[in-house]
T-cell receptor, first 110, second 113 residues
């Protein structure tokens, strides 16, 4: 499967600051997905990116897929305490099997 | 519409015991899978199925069995539990190969002592 490396592992921000997590692969990805997991909860699908250079927005969240389809990022503008959780990227080259990054845990203090 | 339902939510096993984690989905999804989540390791794929009667191994299949006799159900069997299998287990489903959204169950917390 496609291995994806995610950085940073942890991020601690003050409420109102921005946050970015990055997902990188050594090989070209057919698509990439992003998930959010609240503490004690289950992963919840956020978005899938498919096209080279694709940018999608969901309110304060901006997702990007690199031109070479080897990297992706999730940016949160003006974080809120409700953004606390772990953000995972997941990728597959083809077919079903998804490989998840190890996640970035975000802590937001008011 | 319940989505993906996992049982039990919590379980403590003794080393060597066997058990089955149940997973059911009511969305008529073709694709189902099992992941385990350990601290700092993210989610690792154990087994998956692309339809009734079809299963395949993921990244960490050893010590686990699965079957898919119906579209709705995808049980995960621990044959002889070991402390290394202490983890949180998530079942997930997806409509088909074109379905973007993967739905996860709420998780099963398993401790093997």
């Amino acid at each position: 499967g496609q291995q994806v490396m995610q950085i940073p592992q942890y991020q601690h921000v003050q409420e109102g600051e921005d946050f970015t997590t990055y997902c990188n692969s050594s090989t070209t990805l057919s698509n990439i997905q992003w998930y959010k997991q609240r503490p004690g909860g289950h992963p919840v699908f956020l978005i899938q990116l498919v096209k080279s250079g694709e940018v999608k927005k969901q309110k304060r969240l901006t997702f990007q897929f690199g031109e070479a389809k080897k990297n992706s990022s999730l940016h949160i503008t003006a974080t809120q305490t409700t953004d606390v959780g772990t953000y995972f990227c997941a990728a597959s080259n083809s077919g079903y099997a998804l490989n998840f990054g190890k996640g970035t845990s975000l802590l937001v203090t008011p | 519409n319940a989505g993906v339902t996992q049982t039990p939510k919590f379980q403590v096993l003794k080393t060597g015991q066997s058990m089955t984690l149940q997973c059911a989905q009511d969305m008529n999804h073709e694709y189902m899978s099992w992941y385990r989540q350990d601290p700092g390791m993210g989610l690792r794929l154990i087994h998956y199925s692309v339809g009734a009667g079809i299963t395949d191994q993921g990244e960490v299949p050893n010590g686990y069995n699965v079957s898919r006799s119906t579209t709705e159900d995808f049980p995960l069997r621990l044959l002889s539990a070991a402390p290394s299998q202490t983890s949180v287990y998530f079942c997930a489903s997806r409509r088909d190969s074109q379905g973007n959204t993967i739905y996860f169950g709420e998780g099963s917390w398993l401790t093997v002592v």
